[in-house]
């Protein structure tokens, strides 16, 4: 008998396996994955650590995660500055004096201000109830119909009319030249990739991959007495309630022999012909070189395309639309029932979660659990 099971060695597993276990609990976790570290998992090719699950760049504003994952791993100084390519032109992101500049020939902050209220106002949107009017009165129409609305419809399969406000509010508008993807204080990766980083969590620690929690239910229970649940929640319940949708992503990795592909870690194609969403180049987010500091010789490129997520593919993101946000409230309330059972994590929770806030959930998790157990 152990303390906590745990399922899933993702970020979410992996923070409350760590805390749980350095505090002197007894853990253990399950995946049905052969390896660990979920969906933030590195596997090195060609001497590149490829992003198998899609880019993931660990940015946060909060002091105290920071400080928790420097423990396990070094964090070098890599800065998201994706580029987008609408048509083969050429624009920083996120938007910035940089993009407004190519756009429309603006040189100051006011006249780029003064673009943006003019076409907001002859759109006529006061207060923005969909995704396409949060978009155009934050950077206008042309910058929603050339870097905004293909893409999007192409990431979430829905047409940006339909899509909640908040997804377009991750990215920051900036009047400053600053092609900084986030406006997190503190960014990186970590140096030798993101597997390295859970496994040093993980260390110690009993970890037992490719079993499969919900097939073997029953006798898994039976090896703890509380269970820290990170998977889907409507698959927890067998789906009785209907499933909630998530969009999924393919990706099409190749080895090329080259050293530089397209220059940057990530490329967006914001136009809706092109297939994919983006082509992402892993050797530059540890700018080109080994763990030993040489150049590559080659270069590992992922075209990433979205599409619908059906029961058996991977579920990447949430679609937090008001049809799944009110089933997502049913099976929450059914959760809620479960005991000694905590739901938590992107898949558990249902929620579109950076990787810091993923860890600060734990963390707060964490720290609950120790309350109620003194
Ligand atoms: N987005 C866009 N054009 C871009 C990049 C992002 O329209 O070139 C929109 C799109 O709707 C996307 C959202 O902004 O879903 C959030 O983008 P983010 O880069 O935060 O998504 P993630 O990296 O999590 O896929």
């Not at 829905?158 to 204080?185: G, H």
């Not at 639309?321 to 959760?335: Q, V």
Request: aromatic share 14%; glycine share 8%.
């Amino acid at each position: 008998m152990v303390d906590y099971l745990i399922v899933g060695a993702g970020l979410y597993g992996a923070t409350m396996a760590e805390r749980l276990s350095h505090e002197g609990k007894k853990v253990v976790v399950v995946d049905k994955r052969p390896h660990v570290a979920g969906n933030v998992y590195t596997e090195n090719i060609e001497g590149i650590n490829v992003h198998k699950y899609g880019a993931h760049i660990f940015h946060t504003n909060n002091k105290d995660v920071w400080m928790y994952v420097q423990q396990f791993a070094e964090f070098n100084r890599f800065t998201n500055s994706p580029v987008a390519n609408y048509k083969g032109e050429l624009f920083s992101l996120p938007f910035n004096m940089y993009t407004f500049n190519k756009m429309w020939g603006v040189v100051t902050p006011e006249d780029a201000a003064e673009k943006i209220e003019e076409q907001r106002h002859a759109a006529g949107i006061s207060e923005p109830k969909n995704l396409e009017e949060q978009a155009i009165s934050l950077v206008g129409t042309d910058i929603y119909e050339k870097l905004i609305k293909g893409y999007t419809q192409k990431q979430w399969g829905r047409q940006c009319s339909e899509l909640p406000t908040f997804i377009i509010k991750r990215l920051p508008v900036r009047l400053t030249f600053d092609n900084n993807y986030f406006n997190a204080l503190y960014q990186g990766i970590p140096v030798g990739g993101y597997t390295k980083m859970v496994e040093k969590m993980l260390d110690g620690i009993e970890v037992r991959l490719g079993v499969d929690y919900l097939e073997n239910k029953a006798e898994l229970n039976m090896l703890a007495d509380k269970v820290i649940y990170t998977g889907p929640i409507d698959a927890y319940f067998g789906y009785k309630l209907g499933t909630l949708e998530y969009r999924s992503v393919r990706f099409e990795t190749e080895v090329l022999d080259k050293p530089n592909f397209q220059g940057n870690a990530a490329v967006n194609y914001t136009d809706a012909d092109t297939p994919w969403t983006r082509i992402i180049e892993h050797k530059w987010f540890e700018f080109g070189k080994d763990e030993n500091g040489n150049d590559l010789p080659k270069t590992v490129i992922s075209r990433e395309y979205s599409s619908e997520w059906k029961v058996g593919d991977e579920p990447y993101y949430p679609v937090n639309d008001e049809r799944n946000s009110k089933l997502y409230a049913k099976y929450k309330a059914l959760a809620d029932k479960e005991y000694n059972v905590i739901f938590g994590g992107r898949l558990a929770e249902y929620r579109y979660y950076d990787m810091d806030t993923v860890i600060a959930a734990a963390l707060n998790m964490f720290k609950d659990l120790e309350y109620s157990d003194n």
